[in-house]
C-alpha cells in the first residue's frame, strides 16, 4: 500500500507571495492533518479534514487554510507569506482522524521564504 | 501556552542501557498519550501509545509509563541501540472540545544512543 505523499517536496519563495501544498493519503483513509514543524516551535498542528469537512482548527491566522476534495486529497494554501512561515509542513492520514495508531505521516514541503 | 511539554531537548545515552525520555503535560482535558520517533528528512512514525485508563503499556523495548495525578509520562527503551537515535515527541489528544481531532505535540528530545 503506497504511504501519504506530499508535493512539492521543497518550495522556496519569497514575501509576500502565496503558495499551495498538497498531500495525497493512503488509500481508504479519509482523515487528513497538517503540521507545522519549525526547531523552535516544534510540531504545531494547522487543522484536521474529514470527508471535505474541517473538524478542527490550530491556532494560525486567517493566512493559513485547507480543503479536502471527495478523493480525500487535501492541500493547504499559505497567502501573503512572511519569513516566520519557512518550515517543515506534514501532513498525515488516518482512517478516521482518532485512531493515532494507525495515522501516518508523509515525508513534509519544505518552505522557505526568502 | 505549551500544553505538552518536553523539557529535555537532547539525551546521550550507552548502546545496551536504558533511555527514559520524559513529558508533562498541563491540559486536564487529554486522555490519550502518544510516542512519535523521527529521522531526518522523514516524517515522524508511530511508536507507541497509552489510554488515560491505564499506567502502563509495553511494546517490546519500548514501554510507556503514565502518571495521571502528576500529569507525567515517559518513555522507556530498553536496551537502546544506535538505531534508536531519533528525535522523539511526545503528543496528546482529547475527545472533547479544542483537543478533539489533533494532537498536540511536545518540542522533541534528540536521543544519542552510542555504541
Known amino acids: 500500500k503506497a504511504g501519504v505523499t506530499q508535493t512539492p517536496r521543497y518550495l522556496i519563495k519569497t514575501r509576500g507571495q502565496q503558495v499551495t501544498l498538497s498531500c495525497s493519503p493512503i488509500?481508504?483513509?479519509?482523515?487528513v492533518s497538517w503540521y507545522q514543524q519549525t526547531p523552535g516551535q516544534g510540531l504545531q498542528f494547522l487543522f484536521e479534514y474529514f470527508s471535505e469537512t474541517q473538524r478542527n482548527k490550530g491556532n494560525f491566522p486567517g493566512r493559513f487554510s485547507g480543503r479536502q476534495f471527495s478523493n480525500s486529497r487535501s492541500e493547504m494554501n499559505v497567502s501573503t507569506l512572511e519569513l516566520g512561515d519557512s518550515a517543515l509542513y506534514l501532513c498525515?492520514?488516518?482512517?478516521?482522524?482518532?485512531?493515532?495508531?494507525?495515522?501516518?505521516f508523509g515525508p513534509g514541503t519544505r518552505l522557505t521564504v526568502l | 501556552d505549551q500544553q505538552v511539554k518536553q523539557n529535555s531537548p537532547s539525551l546521550s545515552v550507552q548502546e545496551g542501557r536504558i533511555s527514559i525520555l520524559n513529558c508533562d503535560y498541563t491540559n486536564s482535558m487529554f486522555d490519550y498519550f502518544l510516542w512519535y520517533k523521527k529521522y531526518p528528512a522523514e516524517g515522524p512514525t508511530f511508536l507507541i501509545s497509552?489510554?488515560?485508563?491505564?499506567d502502563k503499556n509495553e511494546d517490546g523495548r519500548f514501554t510507556v509509563f503514565l502518571n495521571k495525578s502528576a500529569k507525567h509520562l515517559s518513555l522507556h527503551i530498553v536496551p537502546s541501540q544506535p538505531g534508536d537515535s531519533a528525535v522523539y515527541f511526545c503528543?496528546?489528544?482529547?475527545?472533547?472540545?479544542?483537543?478533539?481531532?489533533?494532537?498536540?505535540f511536545g518540542k522533541g528530545t534528540l536521543l544519542t544512543v552510542n555504541p
Open positions: 503528543a496528546a489528544s482529547g475527545r472533547s472540545g479544542g483537543s478533539n481531532y489533533k494532537l498536540t
Open positions: 488509500s481508504g483513509h479519509r482523515s
Open positions: 498525515a492520514s488516518s482512517p478516521s482522524g482518532r485512531d493515532y495508531n494507525e495515522q501516518f
Open positions: 497509552i489510554s488515560s485508563i491505564k
